[in-house]
Nanobody, 128 residues
Framework: QVQLVESGGGLVQAGGSLRLSCAAS????????MGWFRHRPGKEREFVAA????????SYTDSVKGRFTITRDNAKKTVYLQMNSLKPEDTAVYYC?????????????????????WGQGTQVTVSS
């Protein structure tokens, strides 16, 4: 069973950048597809980005395309979310999540019910 720990959140001005990291422990990291979700104040938890277990396929929600980039380093058992051109509406708790993906190296899950493991979350606050 994989355990996930997020880091890198904080307070940043609009237009700034942050890089979130999610370190995995236990389990074989390269069999997990990885994702990032966020929970904005007053809204439902929503998909942000995901990456296949191979790293060759990614998916993003429309509102972050061109601004956020998800990558992974299987040797370091870490997935990253580089967030540029941040906006106040990006303010949220960001969660890292993992799905054991034994048979497909390229599948990218985008629904929260597809994921099995979740981190505790890291707060991102973007001031205007």
């Amino acid at each position: 069973q994989v355990q996930l720990v997020e880091s890198g959140g904080g307070l940043v001005q609009a237009g700034g950048s942050l890089r979130l990291s999610c370190a995995a422990s236990r389990g074989t990291f390269n069999i997990y597809a990885m994702g990032w979700f966020r929970h904005r104040p007053g809204k439902e938890r929503e998909f942000v980005a995901a990456i296949s277990r191979s790293g060759g396929s990614t998916s993003y929600t429309d509102s972050v395309k061109g601004r956020f980039t998800i990558t992974r380093d299987n040797a370091k058992k870490t997935v990253y979310l580089q967030m540029n051109s941040l906006k106040p509406e990006d303010t949220a708790v960001y969660y890292c999540t993992a799905r054991r993906q034994v048979f497909s190296v390229s599948y990218v899950p985008v629904e929260d019910h597809e994921y099995e493991y979740w981190g505790q979350g890291t707060q991102v606050t973007v001031s205007s």
